[in-house]
T-cell receptor, first 114, second 120 residues
């Protein structure tokens, strides 16, 4: 079955430290992968996407993600976390070329402590 | 504000009643999507439109759910004979078609703040 897994419900990190939010996927064919962020009382916001090309994708607010085909992973990273990065992060995959729907993971809450 | 707007933001209804949600996408976006999100879960795809055409509908979507986009602009999502299991946040999103959003693959989705449904 086509799916996305975010194995951590919550990630805690101190401000200034690097952060990683994990995502693995299961789809047939070449995946289109996305990260979205949800701040309290705000709509989901697009962070970045991987379609093809360079495995390291850079996005908004200093975030980046690394596509690893052999490990079927697309982990979100940031070299230096900010308290304002605290939010709910969702990984998503477009399961095939013939559809425009996204399959979302269950989300990971990132808490950055001062 | 020129983002995606949804109305109402919160609807409380009794089981068995019908409810309708409205979504106004970003004006130049011709694709419109409906998702549902329950507590502790990620958004779940319901359906999407390109202009007024409904291109895909989730197989999980009950016949009690219907969505329209009659003029290719705003969209409505109606739930008939609501059940307590319908309680959720209903999210609308819009996007440009991929060929106008950088080429390959799906463009980024712009989400509204959602319409929360509570069925008593």
């Amino acid at each position: 079955a086509q799916s996305v897994a975010q194995p951590e419900d919550q990630v805690n990190v101190a401000e200034g430290n690097p952060l990683t939010v994990k995502c693995t996927y299961s789809v047939s064919g070449n995946p289109y992968l996305f990260w979205y962020v949800q701040y309290p009382n705000r709509g989901l916001q697009f962070l970045l996407k991987y379609i093809t090309g360079d495995n390291l994708v850079k996005g908004s607010y200093g975030f980046e993600a690394e596509f690893n085909k052999s490990q079927t992973s697309f982990h979100l990273k940031k070299p230096s976390a900010l308290v304002s990065d605290s939010a709910l992060y969702f990984c998503a995959v477009r399961p095939s070329y013939n559809t425009d729907k996204l399959i979302f993971g269950t989300g990971t809450r990132l808490q950055v402590f001062p | 504000d020129t983002g995606v707007s949804q109305d109402p933001r919160h609807k409380i209804t009794k089981r068995g009643q019908n409810v309708t949600f409205r979504c106004d996408p970003i004006s130049e976006h011709n694709r419109l999507y409906w998702y549902r999100q329950t507590l502790g879960q990620g958004p779940e795809f319901l359906t999407y439109f390109q202009n007024e055409a409904q291109l895909e509908k989730s197989r999980l979507l009950s016949d009690r759910f219907s969505a329209e986009r009659p003029k290719g602009s705003f969209s409505t999502l109606e739930i008939q004979r609501t059940e307590q299991g319908d309680s959720a946040m209903y999210l609308c999103a819009s996007s440009l078609p991929p060929r106008l959003s950088g080429g390959a693959g799906t463009g980024e989705l712009f989400f509204g703040e959602g319409s929360r449904l509570t069925v008593l």
